[in-house]
């Protein structure tokens, strides 16, 4: 599995229940690289979206709250998502929020992280990947002049020794 998010500075990646800022560069990003494949998140991250289920991906959602959302097949816990997503052949991306990062981090084996260099104020937040041993940088692209912020898209793999 695979983390895909957005942090700033802070490592923050979400401010009042929504995302940091609007970044038209990143929703590209992440539409190209995720069609296609499953996306994972928690309740409220399927329900911030204004179109559901996100288009062209097989959506799972994890709330033990709401037995059903339309399109998207819905787990009661991780453990029983993570019972399904062993028979996933396809890339699957968790896509939110912070507590079903969290959960999934240990699980994951790659993370696709958009780096924008500001501070947000957030109230949400990411665990410094870059402070933690057990993972790496694999590659990132140059600094993107875009939207009136920079970014930088990098790529990061579990180390295996």
Same mark, same amino acid.
């Given at each position: 599995?695979?983390?895909?998010?957005?942090?700033?500075?802070? =490592?923050?990646? !979400?401010?009042?229940? !929504?995302?940091?800022?609007?970044?038209?560069?990143?929703?590209?990003?992440?539409?190209?690289?995720?069609? !296609?494949?499953?996306?994972?998140?928690?309740?409220?991250?399927?329900?911030?979206?204004?179109?559901?289920?996100?288009?062209?991906? %097989?959506?799972?959602?994890?709330?033990?709250?709401?037995?059903?959302? %339309?399109? @998207?097949?819905?787990?009661?816990?991780?453990?029983?998502?993570?019972?399904? @997503?062993?028979?996933?052949?396809? %890339?699957?991306?968790?896509?939110? !929020?912070?507590?079903?990062?969290?959960?999934?981090?240990?699980?994951?084996?790659?993370?696709?992280?958009?780096?924008?260099?500001?501070?947000?104020?957030?109230?949400?937040?990411?665990?410094?990947?870059?402070?933690?041993?057990? =993972?790496?940088?694999?590659?990132?692209?140059?600094?993107?002049?875009?939207?009136?912020?920079?970014?930088?898209?990098?790529?990061?793999?579990?180390?295996?020794?």
């Amino acid at each position: 599995m695979t983390i895909i998010l957005v942090a700033d500075n802070d =490592w923050a990646i !979400g401010k009042n229940g !929504g995302l940091l800022t609007n970044l038209p560069a990143d929703m590209k990003h992440f539409r190209e690289t995720t069609a !296609g494949s499953t996306v994972v998140m928690g309740r409220k991250t399927y329900e911030s979206f204004p179109k559901r289920p996100l288009p062209n991906r %097989e959506n799972c959602v994890i709330s033990r709250t709401v037995s059903e959302f %339309e399109g @998207a097949k819905t787990f009661r816990s991780v453990e029983s998502f993570l019972e399904y @997503a062993s028979s996933i052949s396809g %890339e699957i991306y968790v896509i939110g !929020g912070g507590e079903i990062y969290a959960q999934l981090l240990p699980y994951c084996d790659r993370a696709i992280i958009t780096r924008v260099y500001e501070c947000f104020g957030g109230d949400t937040f990411f665990a410094d990947i870059d402070g933690m041993s057990e =993972w790496e940088p694999d590659e990132a692209s140059p600094v993107i002049e875009t939207d009136c912020h920079n970014i930088r898209f990098i790529h990061y793999r579990r180390r295996t020794e």
